[in-house]
């Protein structure tokens, strides 16, 4: 995947727009934060983008692609990729501005019924996460690493796992990273490694 | 758990709001669009409301404890319950103002770092959701018809795997519930059921 497809110019916006939706959140933010996050001129801005909504789309796309290259590239062994995305997805503690970062992002999500664009972002970004987690599976299972599993299902497992995870964390005191860290070691324990 | 404990009056003002929130959605609902689909006078819905956030936060309450309410008397054994669990939260259609409801609350949700309210009625949420989903699961182990599993551990990666699946339900447009049930059903099988 080639993190640099976005074109010339429109990086350093999507950088731009990630340091304001940290520091704003989504529902408040305008056109005008972006601006002020953004060394060059207000019109390149606009040269490149209409508003906000394609904006936060290809800040979506670039982030996970950015993301999902790390990751391919984390671990020599498939065991030691699926770790680095636990440690990077679940970290135990979430620094303030990741922290922020990540409500933006729920809110941006819970709007994907509404806005087309988001709903292609997000759909593009489950299929290829999901892809991702199942090749890395499947490079496990071939390198005798794990069990001989049914790759699909185990990654649609993992997959939801994570996201159901990553939400309550959001959303509810009384959940505890730790133990849904443990739990989910535990699984994977038990689903795919082998040893 | 009595689920009338919202007092008198308060019910019907809180389904006139389920319906209201079925077809404005979170965002665009106002207390006018509640008052059209509550029979009696707008001032007694001021008189037990200051405002839409108090209402939605009784609302989460009203439908949990109905739901969880409902799950303890779903079934014979704890098993009948866990698959009536799976078929309420995943069904494999979702009528269309069900599927509201469920955008809706995702959009509610996401709005939990941003309001108190929500945030003490989705932390109680979650309490409930997986101390209800422990409490079947020990009942299973103790009547021998589950293995003899961690309960805590169990809950945390069942109520993590509905939470995710019903997000991505509601955000991919390539996710399939029917893969997704598939899944959660082999968990299930291999880690709770025996036989």
Chains 1, 2 share one sequence.
Do not use: W
């Not at 950088?15 to 001129?41: C, M, P, V, W």
């Not at 207000?42 to 692609?65: C, I, N, P, V, W």
């Not at 159901?164 to 994977?188: I, K, P, Q, Y």
């Amino acid at each position: 995947m080639d993190t640099n497809e976005l074109g010339p110019g429109k990086e350093e916006i999507i950088e731009a727009t990630y340091r304001a939706l940290n520091k704003h959140g989504y529902s408040d933010l305008t056109i005008q934060h972006i601006a002020d996050e953004f060394d060059k001129s207000k019109s390149l801005l606009y040269y490149h983008y209409d508003g906000k909504e394609t904006l936060f789309a290809d800040l979506l796309q670039y982030t996970t692609r950015k993301f999902l290259d790390e990751l391919q590239r984390s671990g020599e062994t498939p065991k030691e990729q699926l770790d680095h995305l636990v440690d990077r997805l679940l970290p135990e503690t979430i620094e303030e501005d990741r922290y922020s970062a990540q409500v933006a992002l729920l809110e941006l999500r819970s709007q994907v019924p509404y806005v087309d664009v988001y709903a292609e972002q997000y759909t593009e970004i489950d299929r290829l996460f999901k892809g991702t987690v199942r090749d890395i599976i499947e490079d496990g299972v071939e390198a005798g690493q794990f069990h001989d599993v049914d790759t699909e299902l185990e990654a649609e497992l993992l997959v939801s796992l994570i996201n159901g995870m990553r939400t309550r964390r959001l959303t509810s005191d009384v959940f505890s990273v730790t133990d849904a860290r443990e739990a989910l070691s535990d699984h994977l324990d038990r689903r795919l490694y082998l040893e």
